[in-house]
């Protein structure tokens, strides 16, 4: 695409900007309620916002945030700090204590004495919560399954060998987030299904529907019956490696070797700050991201992207001078990742006289975003709806029924209406959990623009209630 | 975000992608007009598409294809060859003239003699169409201005100087490109101007909001009557540096010197394939991008992505065996970025008996679609709009007056009705005309899921007129 200010090829591009959505711009004479604020939001955080600057400090300066990590103990000192530094009231921490699970050293993955490729590095990486393996590692054969119903008609095969769970995520689903949901039952449950078949370890196919050499770790469970077998997960590249080599060779036996370790607790926190509501104070509209992250990347994407959301639509807000009716208090939740206790331990805190109207998360990355998705009643979901024109400008004006986060979830479980940020949802699972997400992945202006949706939701909530 | 089927931890991710757009769901109970087709398209797209392995073919192993370059007759090689193996119809070249300038094997720019800061390089590339410098380059005082009007008030002060065009592209527009509409007469028109103050050469900012130290090229203008002074852009790391100098120290020299020619005129071609319609052959549904690009990077979002969308389109269409009442044609336009003879040419052409009802042009990136652009009379716009249910399912359904592309704009000249493909447009400058426009920028899915969108677009007007 090409120049505009060249009298004879002047049209091209003008065609693309000089428009209005024609669907939804009846002819509108006075100006709907909250229209000039929001407008006031978006010109204020696009050109002049922080949200990419206190970004790039969470990321590039502290960098992954494992719940019990030194750098999550950093992070949790930077967001008071952050906070505190842009004005916030009652800044806080609300202490949890979070596992401490550590990846140690070594973790390798080999192919051995193969006929046709010799020995060859696979790129693994432990899935988060596995224990080692035996220090020289574990040497056999490897047998592949799509899922824990085919594992199952395996009988003795299973036994002795490494479990490799190569289901791909569904790539026919509109929605990566649906194909994730279907593909990680491998990850969280493929240690206890490999154990229970008799295997002695689980390798599980990353959770992405990129092809490319980057491992991407997450969550596991052991539970208190199953023996515990150490399982890791192995990129896309060396998933195809494998599968196209047991294709041809049949038997085909890898090393496995991880040095990782769960440790004692570790006190933490979740990290709090307000505005306080200047009419009804105690009423409540929260809003948060997760201050944790894997211990790959830089937690850029996830959740970095959402507790910069959340600091810099209040940051709007309050250089805006605008003071909200209601509280509107941004949360920092601490272990996300591997636990939720900072999501049970701020629900669970008895907090007298105190209603939350609301609570509003962002986690699913700093992409464009879309829209929203209220978990609510019908009535909450249509009042939230009415406010759609208020993101049509920025193209984020989409309200679903149904959405949240996991940290949030636990007062949605008390009733409170859930609303999660909804954002373009293409490149997420790109960067997830691995050393892909860093804060170069992503875009200034698509993050700030989360920010700016979520300035106008919330203090538009603050104002009127749900 | 985390693990889906970890049972105590399911919640968060299942509110995110459980949801219907609630703003556009009525009850249903019967399909509406091809709506089984869209998702048809989709399902099919999505998993098996065909999209980003062909951008592979054409960005990795062609690169980039400047109008007149031996990339640009691979390129078309290569067009022709892929709508063949497609199995498109009446695939064939229509022949174009067009221009061939080379950027020379020298480009460098220096700040030379600063008191603080000694001898600097900047990082710079000549515009396309640039003149060279004298062989031993051009060395004296850079004079900063923010626009023309502002150089005009310079008097002699601009004599015998660089001049250095630094205003930046406007972040507070939502869409980035109304901010390049606003910066880029200093690209186009930068060494006119210059020269007319009595300026020796010029240097322009790059025309993007990124900050970083890649230089972004694209077309500059002479004329008859002003004499030619060379003209290259400048990174905005670059920019920031002189700017942030010239402050401190006043009087900044730099060295230029750019090595870049025009060369004679080269025969090249615009490259066309068709599903030829079979109850209306001669109404055409014209879809394209164009196959040139700036000698940087790969031409990969600009304006690969357009290209590889509408062979795409054509080849999923074809693949589940739909025959479109009206023909559909995919046109790959030659010299798009410099000069515009491709679409021209595609114009000027006699066609006997046959009529263009629709042009449609991607040329705003491979990302997300958001939905169209209708440039034409309202009933036009209207009948597009009322197909927007069979864009919901991929949140492409933004259908907006006003659109088109620079190819189409000659068709547009002669009345046939435009539309642009509208994708998320945050990232575009990031990458165009630069050596960040490469492949591994582009996301497959969203990739993808532009051509689904032209694809179920092109198939209903084929069926339906306009």
């Given at each position: 695409m090409r120049l505009l200010s060249y009298p004879t090829f002047s049209v091209g591009l003008l065609f693309y900007y000089c428009c209005t959505i024609f669907s939804q711009t009846p002819e509108i004479t006075s100006r709907r309620p909250y229209e000039d604020l929001a407008h006031q939001i978006i010109t204020k955080g696009l050109p002049q916002g922080k949200a990419y600057e206190v970004l790039y400090e969470l990321t590039s300066k502290i960098g992954h945030r494992l719940s019990g990590s030194p750098q999550a103990a950093k992070a949790v000192e930077w967001a008071k700090r952050t906070m505190e530094s842009f004005g916030f009231q009652n800044v806080r921490l609300e202490p949890v204590t979070v596992p401490r699970w550590v990846r140690g050293p070594v973790e390798e993955a080999m192919i051995v004495n193969s006929p046709s490729i010799g020995t060859r590095s696979l790129k693994i990486c432990a899935l988060g919560g596995s224990i080692a393996t035996p220090e020289e590692g574990i040497t056999t054969d490897v047998l592949e399954v799509q899922s824990f119903e085919e594992l199952q008609t395996m009988g003795d095969r299973a036994k002795g060998k490494i479990i490799f769970f190569n289901r791909p995520m569904d790539r026919s689903n509109i929605n990566p987030f649906e194909s994730y949901g279907g593909a990680v039952n491998q990850r969280g449950s493929g240690a206890i299904e490999a154990a229970k078949a008799g295997g002695v370890a689980a390798l599980v196919r990353s959770m992405t529907m990129r092809q490319d050499d980057v491992p991407h770790t997450g969550a596991m469970h052991y539970n208190d019956i199953i023996p515990k077998v150490p399982v890791a997960a192995i990129s896309t590249v060396g998933a195809k490696l494998l599968t196209d080599l047991i294709q041809k060779e049949k038997n085909v036996k890898v090393k496995l070797r991880l040095t990782c370790q769960s440790l004692p607790d570790v006190e933490s926190a979740n990290v709090i700050g307000e505005l306080v509501?200047?009419?009804?104070?105690?009423e409540v509209v929260l809003i948060g991201g997760h201050l944790d992250s894997w211990d790959k990347g830089q937690g850029a994407h996830d959740d970095g992207a959402g507790c910069v959301h959340a600091i810099e639509a209040l940051r709007l807000l309050k250089e805006l001078g605008l003071i909200p009716k209601r509280t509107i208090r941004a949360v920092m939740f601490m272990n996300e990742e591997n636990g939720l206790r900072g999501a049970k331990a701020y629900a669970a805190k008895r907090r007298p006289g105190e209603k939350h109207i609301v609570a509003i998360e962002s986690d699913a990355g700093g992409f464009s975003p879309r829209g929203f998705g209220v978990q609510a009643d019908s009535q909450i979901v249509e009042k939230v709806a009415r406010w759609s024109y208020l993101f049509d400008s920025i193209d984020a004006d989409r309200i679903s029924r149904g959405g949240g986060g996991a940290d949030i979830s636990e007062l949605g479980k008390q009733g409170v209406p859930m609303i999660g940020l909804r954002v373009d949802?293409?490149?997420?699972f790109d960067y997830?959990?691995?050393?892909?997400?860093?804060?170069?992945?992503?875009n200034e202006r698509e993050l700030e623009l989360g920010a700016v949706s979520l300035a106008i939701l919330c203090y538009v909530i603050a104002q009127e209630g749900l």
């Open positions: 509501g200047s009419e009804k104070p105690n949802p293409h490149k997420y997830h959990h691995s050393d892909n997400d860093t804060f170069d992945k992503v």
